[in-house]
T-cell receptor, first 118, second 114 residues
Framework: KAGVTQTPRYLIKTRGQQVTLSCSPI?????VSWYQQTPGQGLQFLFE???????NKGNFPGRFSGRQFSNSRSEMNVSTLELGDSALYLC?????????????????FGPGTRLTVL | QKEVEQNSGPLSVPEGAIASLNCTYS??????FFWYRQYSGKSPELIMS????GDKEDGRFTAQLNKASQYVSLLIRDSQPSDSATYLC??????????????FGQGTILTVHP
């Protein structure tokens, strides 16, 4: 079974621009979560989508947004980029659904998109 | 107090020894606990998940959970140089407003020297 894929793998942007990152989950996984990883703050949760609906959101400004499509693929967008947005952006997929089974919570990460803002 | 705290590193052990990684969490409602391994320049890789009090073994890895003490640990037996990585502890409340949200510790850098 193919793993989580993310595109692009690397991006260089300048301040004020916007960027869109893409994530394709493991086949059959319906939940996609996004994280930002920086040396100073570690891994921080951005938001989670399930069945095209955002179910949860972390403490990030409104410049960070996302969506999920009917095939569970997800995109996140960052508008008006700032230098501090330079980070590794990771998406993770899981089975997660209304059925309460522990393993449904297991999240599997993609390779990430390394964003550099100049 | 941080929500998830890991023992400060870096941790250095000789090849063949047992590496012990510890993690405490502050939210008593936490239900799911995970250990991820992250090699430098790579993304986190899930190596263990644990949901009930006690031990869970998988090969050379053993996860231990004590919900009363809000403590979870990872033991790596017969440590190999290839185990050298950053180990991340992650916690999930499950359900409600915690859907899909893992809260991570800051990570412990493990070095296994030959």
């Amino acid at each position: 079974k193919a793993g989580v894929t993310q595109t692009p793998r690397y991006l260089i942007k300048t301040r004020g621009q916007q960027v869109t990152l893409s994530c394709s989950p493991i086949s059959g996984h319906r939940s996609v979560s996004w994280y930002q990883q920086t040396p100073g703050q570690g891994l921080q949760f951005l938001f989670e989508y399930f069945s095209e609906t955002q179910r949860n959101k972390g403490n990030f400004p409104g410049r960070f947004s996302g969506r999920q499509f009917s095939n569970s693929r997800s995109e996140m967008n960052v508008s008006t980029l700032e230098l501090g947005d330079s980070a590794l952006y990771l998406c993770a997929s899981s089975l997660a659904g209304p059925i309460t089974r522990d393993t449904y919570n297991e999240q599997f990460f993609g390779p990430g998109t390394r964003l550099t803002v100049l | 107090q941080k929500e998830v705290e890991q023992n400060s590193g870096p941790l250095s052990v000789p090849e063949g020894a047992i590496a012990s990684l510890n993690c405490t969490y502050s939210d008593r409602v936490s239900q799911s606990f995970f250990w991820y391994r992250q090699y430098s320049g790579k993304s986190p890789e899930l190596i263990m998940s644990i949901y009930s009090n006690g031990d869970k073994e998988d090969g050379r890895f053993t996860a231990q959970l004590n919900k009363a003490s809000q403590y979870v640990s990872l033991l790596i037996r017969d440590s190999q140089p290839s185990d050298s990585a950053t180990y991340l502890c992650a916690v999930n409340r499950a359900g409600g407003t915690s859907y899909g949200k893992l809260t991570f510790g800051q990570g412990t850098i493990l070095t296994v020297h030959p």
